[in-house]
Nanobody
Framework: QVQLVESGGGLVQAGGSLSLSCAAS????????MGWYRQAPGKQRELVAV???????NYADSVKGRFTISRDNAKNTVYLQMNSLKFEDTAVYYC?????????WGQGTQVTVSS
């Protein structure tokens, strides 16, 4: 069992920045991929960015060049630095972890971008 807790969401104006963090606790061994997904009202959850334990990253095309995902394996924490935020980035952002071939999800943190 893995628990994921997000923090760092909030309200920001378009063009601004926010940093999200997600700390994993519980059964921490064999957490491979960690990342971030988001879900806006009326839309399906979509991938934002993922990072493997080896440091490899993948980003959604919509956030490339603006968002940066990073990971501290010692702290079992994944981060998302979001720059040049747009109104369309408004969503609930969910932390994700792949643990023992199972998908684990955080409760989500609201990111609201005003314009």
């Amino acid at each position: 069992q893995v628990q994921l807790v997000e923090s760092g969401g909030g309200l920001v104006q378009a063009g601004g920045s926010l940093s999200l963090s997600c700390a994993a606790s519980g059964m921490l061994f064999r957490i491979n991929t960690m990342g971030w997904y988001r879900q806006a009202p009326g839309k399906q959850r979509e991938l934002v960015a993922v990072v493997t334990s080896g440091g490899g990253t993948n980003y959604a095309d919509s956030v490339k060049g603006r968002f940066t995902i990073s990971r501290d394996n010692a702290k079992n924490t994944v981060y998302l630095q979001m720059n040049s935020l747009k109104f369309e980035d408004t969503a609930v952002y969910y932390c994700y972890a792949l643990h023992l071939r199972s998908d684990c999800w955080g409760q989500g943190t609201q990111v609201t971008v005003s314009s």
